[in-house]
């Protein structure tokens, strides 16, 4: 086996959801005759998505959502596949990165599979004359769904688009545990500094926000938390977190990671706070969420290591991880979301795609939820995979859920 | 200081978010002029509530809404306030609790507080003469919601009424924190048997499920939880609980805790086969959820303790805490819902009940939730208590969550 | 059944292990014709303890260790039982409970077992004729312990005393879990307040003190640590812990608990700086570990509540539970160390007072160590009692632990 | 900087005890004229003990103590230092990695300090003729201190030896934290799969084991206890671990990780009843803990990856993480032990080392604790560069502990 079909053969035994979802769609073939555009990360969980797509009669055309990402191997190993075409490469320039994308328009893709938009933006800004054709898209991150409602208020969207990270599922597993460990483990792998004892500082008390918080804190950090959403902070003060602004915690802070999906975080203003060898990290989904840039300008020096850029200035030392993208990705260690995390997002992936392919032409330009059953059923599926039973409401207690006149 | 003052004293001085609501209120005289009925568990905490709302202009009437919750001493502290009317009485008889709310109702209250909708739906149901001077209401519990958004799907329900449950900070406060300690503490408390090591079954992994959980693994219990709905039941695999059907766990658990606001949750089906010894508890509204009269009915002999029934049945004893009742609140020692977690939960019931006093009579029958804004209003001023500031977002961070033209 | 009876059962049906050893008493009479003197918390689980050692052959006279601690019920059902004699009484006065003392000794006993060291101190100090028909005893605390290797060390103990503090089954379950849940329950019982998001103090992180963090902390407490030893305290601070001297805790502190064993932990040095409100309590052996007679003294007032006595001075409230007793123990509501805890705590003892019973006689004074193998004997009937069973060595394994010369 | 350098000074930022120990020992040059011989892991850690060594006056000659866990660039960096010689070579063959502990012989140490007892197992059966010229010597592990006790026992072991694992400070840190977080690491980081949710067996209960099992549950895992102790069982049952015997746990575990220290902990009569995709890993000392020869020999087919070997057996897969060797340290990713763990554990190796140099030849051959106050001191050291200030017994306090005669 070449390596790219190693790390292939080694992720889809974990991914047992995207397994049966393949099963169905190489009998009933749902993408018979379609194209399929895809911008996501290029390793090895991607490519079992890629798979499953294709095993359901899809031509499918795909390249990196970020620079940093693509695994080649992977990418060779699907070249080698038929009904795939993989454009993805690592460490490329803007300007590839952008060609690439092209490439993957130029393929006329009936549906668009995004991990921050870049394709619908594209398609929407300089590919105009491909919105006849596109039945619809998904999208994968909250970052790119936050934007594509924007649009959608502007009115400017011009195809549906599910917005598959709009989901408890994604929520609960890609954003509360893919995030928070792999996050995690970035960091540890590339810094070997120990968490235990650690001020951890985690911005932003969302589902990823929480899920780093509570998995650091149970690796014994002490974690601080920032947020600009005072119920959020209060459930962060009272899951027993220390919350304050981030002026304050900079100077408190070992190790900061940001989750906000907004940008300039941790900016000039923090940095002549912090202690000499403090680290940061970001995974929100864009790297804006830390001013890499001001420190790049005025830094005294700055050494670089495999994924750390170590700054001096004004005597300290401040490291960046991974330019400030995405940790858990970005870093030379990174295999970003654990794969079982991944086979119940890229699940809800081919399913949303199974279903836009179906009706998105039916449907006019906006944000649309996974529907409901879809994401339970998923859920249903991985139960199965996992031997687990659960109860089923009885009729006296479906009766009783919906009756108002039984009292005390 | 008789003992009621005494406890309404400790109460209060925790309760600092209703305690500046109450400064603006005497300010303010929101409720002049106005009846407010009240069926609420008449204990320390209620206490300052009602306090709260006759500080605002408010006549109010209150009785219980449990037989066994109410505090005989808070309710005649309550007695000798100005304005203020109590009718509950520890250990009453059916026809004594129904007697009291209808007392309450004789008053003609203009708005209802309601704690499992016992006046409203006596109101709907035998003293619709009271519909016509009624502005609207305000319902505590989530199992009340439960009840009254069936009524107002089939059009039954005839004045607006505010979902108090239904907010973030009473499910994130209220239902995991308040739920989760009080309720552990009561176990504790009544059966001084070790949490560590135990097999703790919760039954539900909403969030007063996953308070308990994550509380009662925190102590060191191994919890399994039962579930209905198979994300729920795959996000308490994911947070590291043994999941299965409650035919299952019956057989392994030490103590078992129902969460689910449904009937018939521990049956007859599941006593057999559990151990001796096991402790029964419900955390849910109504006595509904462990089949006590099943046991009551069909056990070999009943040992009665404070706070405990221990049935005899085939050779094996099993422990029902608090007949079945909530049981922080109906054990002997039990305390119910921790000082500050009701500080936060009444804050919302008298910012609801304003909202609803002012503007309940131009609304439609139905159920209402909690306006953003006046819950959001609650976590600012909880956290001004605490002393504790937080981020506020920058202009160019309001214009980078709104814009989407912002490339990778 | 009479109250104290039922509270017995009630104990008894969680306490396995001591069954198991009664068994084994009850035919091989190990205490035939033998009196033990005991001072110890006379509550439903001792009671467990006094009718495991008369079913040895043992004439048992009993009294309490600790003014507050005692339960007339289960003093009054003891009293019932042949061959025991109870000489408890709840809230005695100084002289009654010193009575008391003088009363088990009077019956001359072979063995005593203490909880603190009272029998022992008073008989080397004023009843020393008993000195000779003593065989030699038990110690149930640290700080007996302590205090009886001081005397040793003097030369001034003069009968083999064995520490059952000392062991590994203690430190484990009675002083980690025992201790830690049982100081949580009873604070939470007693005061209503949530525990989640409160800074709670721990003073000393011994095995109690570590328990009550870590359980605390599984409640969502952000805990702090203070501690003299500065292993133990780097210890909490890689427990994720914060850790500062009480000078600056004080200041933060929400809820405080010594654990120390040692005297004048929080202090008039400290009570300026706290907040209003804050509760203080301990969980170490005597009442010396917060200075209540200086607020005793000082206060400006004083309102006294069931197990709460709140002190006002220089405007604000500072409130001590159970009068800085042990305050699992003393508090109205507490019940003293879960059951299945005194389980293995009291099998040490059973065990220990047969073996001392067997060899005392034989040995010089001193404090001697629990059997290593009488430990683990209590463990594995344990282990058996819960079904769990585990590995054992194989031959090789025993072989390649005891041989130096297998290379890399 | 050339690669090595930028390790060695990334790890020395986060090494503040052993920077202060440097400062004194390039003042105080205790090992002025001698020579040192270490066989340790050569990585960038331990390049910081050497450099602290060196500067206090030592020629020092170091090798390997595991084939796979050497570091070339460091091993460089470290050959242009003045006085430091460095032999280790990662990969290197089983009769180099002999040849490397020789050439460090060959410069006739007076003060060795092992990971393994490699140079002490190789001066006591191959170059006796040493003997004479050794002061004493040190050792890192629990398993060569197991090992050298043995000899003492034996009347075999010839010169004085600290057992630097057995202080408190290397239990609680090095093992504890150290081992917990960067054995997780190094299985997240090489499988890529997620621990929430997981069955993850750990075998043995002891400092290792403990660590790892808490780690791996605050992040979701759900951990399986396997223990020859009884009393360390019921430890990890109170903790809230499942416990039981290994022929249980292989059918359950998703991921396994040894910490005994014994041989054949999971073995060929395991393998069959494992899940396929179970994944299995060792971080204990020596590689005989899985029985990976077993696999090699009957396997149907083996398919290699970095860091993971699959064997196909029976239909199924088991996966062994770095040929069962320590998984922390000899994964292609691995970074051994964090750096502040290391800092501390080599504090305790520099003042076991300079406290030999001085006194070792005045003692009799045999195992030697490392003195309490040194470990003491460094906890001390290491306190003071966190900033955190702990109390001092005061005089009364020091008097309470040591008086006897203070009562109830």
Request: aromatic share 6%; glycine share 10%; proline share 3%.
């Amino acid at each position: 086996m070449n390596s790219g079909d190693k790390k292939i053969t080694w992720a889809r035994q974990y991914m047992p959801v995207l397994s049966s979802i393949r099963e169905r769609f190489e009998r009933e073939q749902p993408f018979a005759g379609m194209t399929i555009g895809m911008a996501l990360h290029v390793e090895a969980k991607t490519a079992v998505l890629v798979e499953t797509l294709a095993a359901g009669g899809a031509e499918v055309h795909i390249t990196g959502c970020n620079p940093l990402s693509t695994q080649d191997d992977v990418a060779a190993a699907l070249n080698e596949r038929p009904n795939i075409h993989c454009y993805a490469k690592r460490a490329c320039s803007v300007e590839e990165y952008y060609a690439a994308i092209d490439r993957v328009l130029d393929a006329k893709p009936a549906v668009t599979i995004d991990d921050g938009m870049d394709l619908i933006h594209r398609i929407h800004t300089g590919r105009r004359e491909l919105l006849e054709s596109i039945v619809g898209g998904c999208e994968e991150t909250t970052t790119g769904i936050h934007r594509l409602r924007a649009m959608a208020n502007e009115g400017k969207l011009e195809f549906p688009v599910i917005a598959v990270n709009d989901t408890p599922m994604k929520r609960f597993f890609d954003n509360v545990h893919g995030t928070g460990e792999s996050s995690l483990t970035a960091i540890m792998t590339t810094t070997n500094v120990l968490i235990a004892g650690k001020h951890l500082v985690v911005a932003g008390y969302g589902y990823c926000g929480r899920g780093l918080a509570e998995k650091a804190s149970g690796l014994g950090a002490r974690v601080i938390v920032t947020e600009v959403d005072p119920r959020r902070a209060l459930q962060a003060h009272m899951d027993g977190f220390a919350v304050m602004t981030m002026d304050e915690a900079a100077a408190l802070g070992d190790i900061f990671v940001t989750t906000t999906g907004n940008a300039g975080i941790i900016t000039h203003r923090h940095f002549p706070t912090m202690k000499s060898g403090a680290i940061l990290s970001n995974a929100g989904h864009f790297n804006v969420e830390l001013e890499v840039d001001w420190l790049e300008e005025h830094a005294d020096a700055v050494e670089r290591r495999d994924g750390i850029d170590s700054y001096t200035i004004g005597g300290k030392t401040i490291h960046v991880l991974a330019e400030g993208r995405l940790v858990n990705l970005a870093v030379p260690k990174g295999m970003g979301h654990p794969i079982e995390v991944m086979d119940l997002s890229f699940a809800v992936q081919a399913l949303s795609a199974e279903y836009i392919a179906k009706i998105g032409s039916t449907l006019p330009g906006g944000v649309y939820d996974v529907p409901n059953e879809m994401d339970e059923r998923i859920a249903s599926l991985k139960l199965a995979a996992l031997g687990i039973t659960i109860d089923t409401l009885t009729e006296e207690q479906v009766t009783y859920m919906t009756s108002w006149d039984i009292g005390t």
